[in-house]
């Protein structure tokens, strides 16, 4: 299933052949580490108070399409700013990184990254140069579904989608043939506590060159009401995709907790400059779940934290660059510092 951070649970490969799908040109990428599977998170996770979980378990079928409404929200101005900024400067970013490939981290759909696409795209053709765009994502469909739409609008673009979770390190990528712009859009990079992101970005910068770039779309620190609007939408899209998480633990692990005594919380913690999502329960019951062997009990108020949403500034993001020996080249802001896109390269490049 598309992920905007990863995967429930990949398989492991002992080695780092690729494989081809069945009727689909899609690769696998092969794991460099295990990531925990949702059994396991559940198992450390549920031991904690609050209980927690990562927010990658949110993106089932239905989750996934619930995140594509939100998309779409008048209140959540990630995307269509994203999208815009994209329009605006795609053509300098491409100018910057003059790339021979582009690797898409997440790509899901890339709708956003068809933009750049289009601006790499003429980039090649008056260079005469080749291209390749490698999307790698852990939803085989999606991937299959991009490659279709992209090679008929590009026909110049080697499409070479790869499935994989890209939480589980990189170091079996395909071989480059030249300067390679990786792309993770979307602020994915703020659903990752810092550590995790400066692993993630760890894993990127030790797949750069010197020639290679990495565009980051991130979201801004703003104003309080603005955040928590965005993710405590007045349709209720997001109070539907957080609940739907017990959805999931119920299939997943043969569960019988019952969605209706969950409720969608999101504040913003000014502090640690995040939306905190979390599924608080509104009344006393026990859950069982037999996969597990185990029951949890829940008292009103007791709480399951699903998401951080973390939201930047400069400085904090060169925080989590340079640990993992990246910088930021050129800033792309929207209006009012709403939404950034950042080009970064190796600090020793
Ligand atoms: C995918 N990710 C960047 C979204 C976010 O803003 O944290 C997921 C999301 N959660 C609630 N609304 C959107």
Known sequence: MMTPDGSTAAPTHPTASARTHPNSAVRDVPPTRVVPSLRAEVETGFAKRPRELSPKHLYDARGAELFEQICALPEYYLTRTETALLHAHATAIIEAARPAEIV?????????????????????????????????????????????????????????????????????????????????????????????????????????????RLLLGVDTVKDTATLEAAYNDAAGVTAAFNENLINVLNRELDGDLDIAGFRHRAVYNPELQRIESYLDATRAQTGTFAALDASHAFAPGDSIFTEISRKFTPDSLDADLAPAGLVRTADFLADGNRYALHVIARADA
């Open 104 to 212: 898409e981290l997440g790509a899901g759909s890339a709708r956003k990254t068809e933009i750049l696409l289009a601006a790499a795209a003429d980039h090649a053709a008056r260079n005469q140069a080749p291209l390749t765009f490698w999307p790698m994502d852990v939803c085989v469909s999606a991937l299959d579904e991009a490659a279709q739409r992209l090679r008929e609008r590009f026909p110049r673009i080697a499409v070479k989608p790869l499935a994989g979770d890209h939480t589980a390190g990189l170091s079996h990528l395909p071989a480059r043939s030249g300067a390679r712009l990786f792309v993770f859009l979307g602020s994915t990079l703020g659903n990752f506590e810092p550590a995790g992101a400066q692993r993630l970005l760890g894993d990127i910068a030790r797949q750069m060159g010197p020639d290679d």
